[in-house]
């Protein structure tokens, strides 16, 4: 409760005092609720702002609401040049080279794609919905990774596979009938048929008497089947 006390004065003496109570229980719970309210909002724009990838918020319409700090990062543009910006405008004057957002309001589906921007970077944006209501999409959310890291270590991989499979085929070609030292027709016959085997699927019966050569055709034709 609140009170206001005011006296009553005749004759300069006072001669009764008026007391006036209010109940403020709902307004405290107004303003607390308020001040919660505050709290969380302040909370969340720090975590938008703090988050790693960049994040551009819009309306329906693609008036910019919202840029953090890693968008900033990213395109290496301020968020001073893209508040209250329409992002169609943005992208005919060449700050922003392409937008998702209009396709994310007609769809009324997330979209994804990948793009290289002003600076360079490999980027993939994903657009999502925000719908109210009546369920029509009411802001549009586009998170923004960069991914030019990622996609210099896939190629360095690819690199390494290249190469791990030109050495490969440089010792299948080590391993050739070249390499295997031999002087009669008849064994240069068994490696040309040990070669035509090789590209078949089947098992293979390897028969001799012991000195002849066996464990060498059989390396062969291994080798030849890869």
């Given at each position: 409760?609140?009170?206001?006390?005011?006296?009553?004065?005749?004759?300069?003496?006072?001669?009764?005092?008026?007391?006036?109570?209010?109940?403020?229980?709902?307004?405290?719970?107004?303003?607390?609720?308020?001040?919660?309210?505050?709290?969380?909002e302040l909370f969340l724009n720090e975590i938008i702002d703090n988050s790693y990838d960049g994040i551009y918020i819009?309306?329906?319409?693609?008036?910019?609401?919202?840029?953090?700090?890693?968008?900033?990062?990213?395109?290496?543009?301020?968020?001073?040049?893209?508040?209250?910006?329409?992002?169609?405008?943005?992208?005919?004057?060449?700050?922003?080279?392409?937008?998702?957002?209009?396709?994310?309001?007609?769809?009324?589906?997330?979209?994804?794609?990948?793009?290289?921007?002003?600076?360079?970077?490999?980027?993939?944006?994903?657009?999502?919905?925000?719908?109210?209501?009546?369920?029509?999409?009411?802001?549009?959310?586009?998170?923004?990774?960069?991914?030019?890291?990622?996609?210099?270590?896939?190629?360095?991989?690819?690199?390494?596979?290249?190469?791990?499979?030109?050495?490969?085929?440089?010792?299948?070609?080590?391993?050739?009938?070249?390499?295997?030292?031999?002087?009669?027709?008849?064994?240069?016959?068994?490696?040309?048929?040990?070669?035509?085997?090789?590209?078949?699927?089947?098992?293979?019966?390897?028969?001799?008497?012991?000195?002849?050569?066996?464990?060498?055709?059989?390396?062969?034709?291994?080798?030849?089947?890869?």
């Open positions: 409760l609140y009170a206001e006390r005011t006296p009553i004065i005749h004759e300069d003496t006072t001669i009764a005092i008026a007391s006036f109570f209010y109940n403020i229980t709902d307004t405290l719970t107004i303003s607390e609720n308020l001040n919660q309210a505050h709290k969380n819009t309306d329906r319409e693609g008036k910019t609401i919202l840029v953090n700090k890693a968008y900033e990062r990213i395109s290496g543009i301020s968020r001073a040049q893209l508040i209250g910006e329409k992002i169609q405008n943005l992208v005919s004057a060449g700050l922003i080279s392409t937008s998702i957002t209009k396709d994310v309001v007609s769809s009324k589906k997330t979209v994804t794609r990948t793009q290289t921007n002003a600076n360079d970077k490999n980027i993939l944006i994903t657009g999502t919905p925000i719908f109210d209501t009546l369920g029509n999409v009411r802001h549009v959310i586009t998170n923004v990774r960069d991914i030019t890291e990622l996609i210099s270590l896939s190629n360095k991989l690819q690199a390494e596979i290249n190469r791990a499979d030109m050495y490969q085929n440089q010792l299948l070609k080590e391993s050739s009938d070249e390499n295997i030292v031999y002087g009669s027709r008849e064994f240069e016959n068994v490696l040309s048929i040990s070669k035509k085997i090789s590209k078949m699927d089947s098992t293979v019966l390897i028969l001799g008497e012991t000195g002849v050569g066996k464990e060498i055709i059989a390396q062969y034709i291994h080798k030849q089947s890869n």
